[in-house]
């Protein structure tokens, strides 16, 4: 769900229907459930830039939802097969990356999308705690998995504390 008006907004997020090994399922399929580490009826509220938010606009504009609320479906209504899902993800990074950086592991599979999202915002600069909220995981785990992708870090923690001592100064 997009926050109504113009510029950023949110998506409120409330289930996950992933693709499951057969191993871990009981039924070899997709298998709907709350999102990791919620309860059923928590809700993630996640930022949305407004680029995206003006792209999820047109698509729903055109496209609608299916009936059970998702924003993509398959031909016949479905979730979209792993197979599909896999060209159309090969073919988008090959339209918008590099060709370097489309022979990298950047963005190699959606997941890797995540990744990018929580290290953008620690590089920004965005509170910890605020970012493990938005990722639906602990800080700990936060600082644990991606603190060590923030580039430039200790030039800015340094030019940080000199801005603080030097205001103490006056």
């Known amino acids: 769900m997009l926050a109504a008006g113009e510029g950023s907004g949110e998506l409120r997020l409330n289930s996950s229907n992933p693709t499951t090994a057969l191993a871990w399922t009981d039924n070899g399929r997709r298998e709907p459930r709350q999102l990791k580490h919620r309860g059923r009826k928590e809700v993630r509220v996640v930022p949305c830039p407004p680029d ?15 009936p059970d609320g998702r924003l993509f479906r398959g031909e016949r209504g479905g979730p979209i097969s792993d197979s599909v899902y896999g060209r159309i993800w090969d073919r988008a990074r090959a339209a918008a990356l590099t060709p370097a950086e489309a022979a990298s592991p950047l963005a190699d599979r959606p997941y890797s999308l995540r990744h990018a999202a929580v290290s953008t915002w620690l590089n ?6 605020l970012i493990a909220e938005w990722a639906g995981h602990s800080v700990h785990v936060l600082l644990r998995v991606y603190a060590k992708c923030v580039s430039g870090r200790e030039a800015a923690a340094r030019e940080r504390v000199a801005r603080h001592l030097a205001r103490e100064d006056r």
């Open 52 to 66: 995206l938010v003006q792209l999820l606009r047109r698509h729903l504009a055109e496209h609608g939802t299916a």
């Open 124 to 129: 920004a600069g965005v509170d910890p705690a």
